[in-house]
Every structure is written in structure tokens, then in C-alpha cells.
């Protein structure tokens, strides 16, 4: 049976027949501009359903997504890269000098994997730190150009699993007792006055012998480095491991013996190369 229906008095609107103690609810009606919105929204994404990819596998009428606009483009660069890559691989050092572009690519390339690969040691921009060569200067513990570079790269040093690797060990003077702890400080004494920073004449007077016996045949008479050794110049105020007296009597007594990885087996030669010219190009190369 209909309800008979109701208007409220107040308002002069119909009520919907509901009922909660005494409290009588109004039918108010949708207002129309409201309903016109609703209703173009569901004809628009009608509209948008059939237009758009809107259903798994199929790409809708227009058959346009933006996916393979981004892959397409993707796959542009990709085959420019390419392209780059391949003159990369072939062209000699002295050809990517001359080619501004080639070498720019190259050095952004190398940028990139030295951020991925290099960073945690060397420090983003490769400043170095205590241990860890700065690579920004020009001195150089086993070579400054190009090539050198990329032999130090490819076979790492002191990698015990790369059989071309570069070694050198510098002897444990003080652990292995080849100089007592009095002859240990005087030539820490002596490589101070290499760079004007002795504090005790004597003390470096006695030590230069000891210097000309132990320690020239690889860091040289006057302290200017070997880098077929990666023996480090003594005679600047560069220091790997830092330069006060203390750090350079542990340096001497123990020895440090650096150690970085081989990355011939872990990067692509082209990547090694555009490394090698990032490294060169970072202000110290020789
Ligand atoms: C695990 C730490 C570590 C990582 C990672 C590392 N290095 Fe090294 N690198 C060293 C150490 C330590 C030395 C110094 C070794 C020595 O005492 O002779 C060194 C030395 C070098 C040298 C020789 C510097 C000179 O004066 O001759 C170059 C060049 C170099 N690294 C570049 C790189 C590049 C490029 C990468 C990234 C592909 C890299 N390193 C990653 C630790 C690291
Ligand atoms: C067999 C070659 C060799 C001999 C001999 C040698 N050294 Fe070294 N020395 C090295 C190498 C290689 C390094 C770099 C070590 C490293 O990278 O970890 C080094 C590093 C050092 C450093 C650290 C430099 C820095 O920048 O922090 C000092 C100081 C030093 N040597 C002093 C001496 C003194 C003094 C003697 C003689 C008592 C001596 N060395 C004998 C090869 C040698």
C-alpha cells in the first residue's frame, strides 16, 4: 500500500516517510547543477573508457599511451648512446681530445660511474682522505696520465686477485725490526725536513742516512717519488696519511700498503675508459 505522502509545513518540501522519534525526514531533491556535473562525468568517462587504455591489453580507439611515448624516446637515446659508446670503444686517446663532443660525453659517462663506484672511497667529488688518494691534485702514486690511470684502474693495487695488479710494499721498519724506534724517528724527522717541516735539525741530520740506506731505492734520493713503485714524493706537503710526526713513525714502522680494487673484471672497458678520462680530467692530470 503507498504511503500517503507528506509535506513538511516549514519547509513546504516532502518529507520521505522516515521517522526517528518524532524527527521527520526531508526529501530534498539533488540540486540541478549539481546533477548536470554528475552526469557529464559519467558520459565523459564513457567517452574516456573507450578512447584511453582502460582495460588490459588493449590500448582503446585513439591506441595512444604515454608509456610508449617515454619507451620510444627511451629508445631513442638509448640508440644514440649507443652510437656514442661504439666511437667510444674505438676512438684512441688522442682522437677524444680532439673531439670536444667525444670527450664531454666521455666525461659525463665517467662522472656518473665514479658517483656509483668510486665516491665511497674517494669522496662525490674525489677529494680523497686519509688513505684514499685525492685525485683532484698532481700527485700521483702511480701515474697521472690517461694510461697510467687506466692500468691502476683496470688491475687495481695490491689486489691479490687481479695477477697484473700493481704491488710494492713498502718493508715494516719498526714491526719487522729493521730500524730501531730512535732511527724510526729521526727519518720521520728527516721526510719532515723534505718539506721544511722538521722541528729538530739534529734529529733529521741523523735520519737523512738512514734515509739515503732504507728509503731512497723507492721514494728517491731527495724524496721525489717513484711511480713505477707508488712510492709517494715525500718532498711536498701531500700527504696520504697524514703529516704530523706521529702519523709518519706509524707510517714507517708499520707500513700501510694500500689497498684498492681491480675493476677490469666488475666494469666494461668502455666504462673503464670513460673513467680513466673523468679521473684525468678532474684538474691533476698529467
Ligand atoms: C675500497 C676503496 C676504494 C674504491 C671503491 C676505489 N678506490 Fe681508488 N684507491 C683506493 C686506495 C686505498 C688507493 C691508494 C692505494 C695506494 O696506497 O697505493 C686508491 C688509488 C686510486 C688511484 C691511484 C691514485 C694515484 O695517485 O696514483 C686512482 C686513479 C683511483 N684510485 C681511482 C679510483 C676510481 C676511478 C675508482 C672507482 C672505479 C676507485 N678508485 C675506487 C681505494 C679505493
Ligand atoms: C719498497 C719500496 C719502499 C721503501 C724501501 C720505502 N717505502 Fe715508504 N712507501 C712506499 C709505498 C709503496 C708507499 C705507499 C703506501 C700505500 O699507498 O699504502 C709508501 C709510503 C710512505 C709514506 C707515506 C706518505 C704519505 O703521503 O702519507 C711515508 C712517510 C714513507 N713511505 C716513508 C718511508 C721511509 C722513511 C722509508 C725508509 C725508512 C720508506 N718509506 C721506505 C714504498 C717504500
Given at each position: 500500500m503507498p504511503t500517503k505522502v507528506e509535506t513538511d509545513s516549514v519547509t513546504g518540501t516532502e518529507t520521505t516517510g522516515h521517522e526517528w522519534d518524532g524527527i521527520k525526514e526531508l526529501n530534498t531533491p539533488l540540486p540541478r547543477w549539481w546533477l548536470i556535473v554528475f552526469w557529464i562525468t559519467v558520459i565523459w568517462s564513457v567517452a574516456y573508457f573507450i578512447l584511453y587504455p582502460s582495460w588490459p591489453g588493449w590500448d582503446g580507439v585513439w591506441n595512444y599511451t604515454a608509456r610508449k611515448d617515454v619507451a620510444a624516446r627511451l629508445e631513442a637515446v638509448q640508440a644514440e648512446r649507443a652510437e656514442w659508446l661504439d666511437k667510444l670503444a674505438v676512438a684512441s686517446l688522442d682522437e677524444i681530445e680532439q673531439e670536444p663532443?667525444?670527450?664531454?660525453?666521455?666525461?659525463?659517462?665517467?662522472?656518473?660511474?665514479?658517483?656509483?663506484?668510486c665516491?665511497?672511497?674517494?669522496?662525490?667529488?674525489?677529494?680523497?682522505?686519509?688513505?684514499?688518494?685525492?685525485?683532484?691534485?698532481?700527485?700521483?702514486?702511480?701515474?697521472?696520465?690517461?694510461?697510467?690511470?687506466?692500468?691502476?684502474?683496470?688491475?687495481?693495487?695490491?689486489?691479490?686477485?687481479?695477477?697484473?695488479t700493481r704491488i710494492s710494499d713498502m718493508p715494516r721498519f719498526g714491526v719487522?725490526?729493521?730500524?730501531?724506534?730512535?732511527?724510526?724517528?729521526?727519518?720521520?724527522?728527516?721526510?719532515?725536513?723534505?718539506?721544511?717541516?722538521?722541528?729538530?735539525?739534529?734529529?733529521?741530520?741523523?735520519?737523512?742516512?738512514?734515509?739515503?740506506?732504507?728509503?731512497?731505492?723507492?721514494?728517491?734520493?731527495?724524496?721525489?717519488?717513484n711511480a713505477e713503485l707508488g712510492a709517494p714524493q715525500l718532498n711536498d706537503a701531500i700527504w696520504l696519511?697524514?703529516?704530523?710526526?706521529?702519523?709518519?713513525?706509524?707510517?714507517?714502522?708499520?707500513?700501510?700498503?694500500?689497498?684498492?680494487?681491480?675493476?677490469?673484471?666488475?666494469?666494461?672497458?668502455?666504462t673503464i675508459k670513460q673513467l680513466a678520462i673523468y679521473v684525468h680530467s678532474l684538474g691533476g692530470g698529467e
Open positions: 663532443d667525444l670527450l664531454e660525453f666521455a666525461i659525463a659517462g665517467g662522472r656518473a660511474a665514479f658517483a656509483d663506484n665516491a665511497p672511497c674517494h669522496g662525490t667529488g674525489g677529494a680523497g682522505g686519509p688513505g684514499y688518494p685525492n685525485l683532484l691534485d698532481d700527485d700521483w702514486l702511480w701515474g697521472g696520465t690517461v694510461e697510467a690511470i687506466g692500468t691502476t684502474l683496470r688491475h687495481g693495487i695490491r689486489w691479490a686477485q687481479d695477477e697484473e719487522d725490526e729493521l730500524l730501531t724506534a730512535d732511527q724510526i724517528g729521526d727519518v720521520a724527522e728527516y721526510v719532515l725536513s723534505l718539506s721544511h717541516g722538521a722541528t729538530d735539525r739534529t734529529a733529521a741530520d741523523r735520519g737523512q742516512t738512514i734515509y739515503a740506506e732504507n728509503c731512497a731505492v723507492c721514494h728517491g734520493p731527495n724524496g721525489g717519488g696519511y697524514g703529516g704530523g710526526k706521529e702519523n709518519l713513525v706509524t707510517t714507517i714502522s708499520r707500513s700501510r700498503r694500500g689497498v684498492m680494487p681491480a675493476w677490469g673484471g666488475r666494469l666494461d672497458p668502455v
